[in-house]
């Protein structure tokens, strides 16, 4: 079932949940979750999952509140998720979310601390961001570090080195048990007005390249990486 559009590396990922829990019940913490709206379709097709999603941007939670209005599947939280988070989770989730986080080791201590026993998170970053043409992207990523200095947060984004960030995941105590990569450029633009059958092939397509190489040779044309860590 298609649960997101645009996104290889999210469909992935929601498929994991969805091959996981299936209609059990599951209480999943989405980290960086924006306005939340990547869940939209798979709530309707997963009635017995709650999500707990956080995030810095007050607007985005604001935006997500309104548009669940009424829905008690979802709970939004305006909350840095560089700080220990309240609750246990079966699952936790960070999508197109590392890049923009500053301080991983910290980020990490916050799915390590909100993890139940045995639980498995799913870690996703993009790459986009610092290969893309387009110049304004491309100067925002100096000056956002540059403001992140200085305590605004908010634009931040720095480019994920796969083996340090592997490190931090370890040291915080975390098994890796998967490495994903998603999203072959420049697909993934033009696909997103794609018709739902031709997304679907694009998807199966990089699944299967997924099972074919090595993440490290697929860096090289898909901008997407996910890391599955489980929790002892
Ligand atoms: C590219 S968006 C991804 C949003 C959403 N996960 C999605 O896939 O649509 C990155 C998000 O990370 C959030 N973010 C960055 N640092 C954060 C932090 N320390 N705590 C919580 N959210 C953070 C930003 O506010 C932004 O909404």
């Given at each position: 079932m298609l649960f997101e559009k645009g996104n290889a590396a999210k469909q992935w990922m929601l498929e994991e949940l969805d091959r996981r829990y299936g209609k059990a019940p599951a209480r999943i913490l989405d980290l960086a979750c924006g306005n939340g709206r990547i869940w939209e379709r798979f709530l309707k097709t997963h009635p017995n999952i709650r999500v707990t999603g956080i995030d810095s941007d007050e607007r985005a939670i604001l935006q997500g509140k309104t548009s669940y209005q009424g829905n008690t599947q979802i709970n939004l939280q305006h909350f840095d998720a560089q700080k220990l988070i309240d609750g246990v989770y079966d699952s936790v989730m960070a999508m197109s979310a590392i890049e923009h986080v500053v301080d991983h080791p910290a980020f990490l201590r916050t799915v390590w601390n909100a993890l139940s026993s045995g639980g498995v998170a799913y870690l996703n970053y993009d790459s986009g961001h610092f290969r893309s043409n387009n110049v304004k992207e491309r100067l925002m990523v100096p000056i956002s570090q540059l403001l992140a200095l200085f305590g605004a947060q908010g634009s931040y984004m720095k480019r994920v080195d796969d083996k340090l960030f592997c490190d931090q995941i370890r040291k915080q105590g975390f098994n890796i048990t998967d490495i994903k990569k998603h999203n072959l450029y420049p697909l993934k633009g033009f696909m997103r007005a794609a018709e739902e059958e031709a997304v679907k092939t694009w998807y199966e397509f990089e699944n299967k390249l997924n099972?074919?190489?090595?993440?490290?040779?697929?860096?090289?044309?898909?901008?997407?990486?996910?890391?599955?860590?489980?929790?002892?």
């Open positions: 099972q074919m190489y090595l993440p490290e040779e697929l860096e090289k044309v898909m901008w997407s990486t996910t890391v599955v860590v489980k929790k002892g």
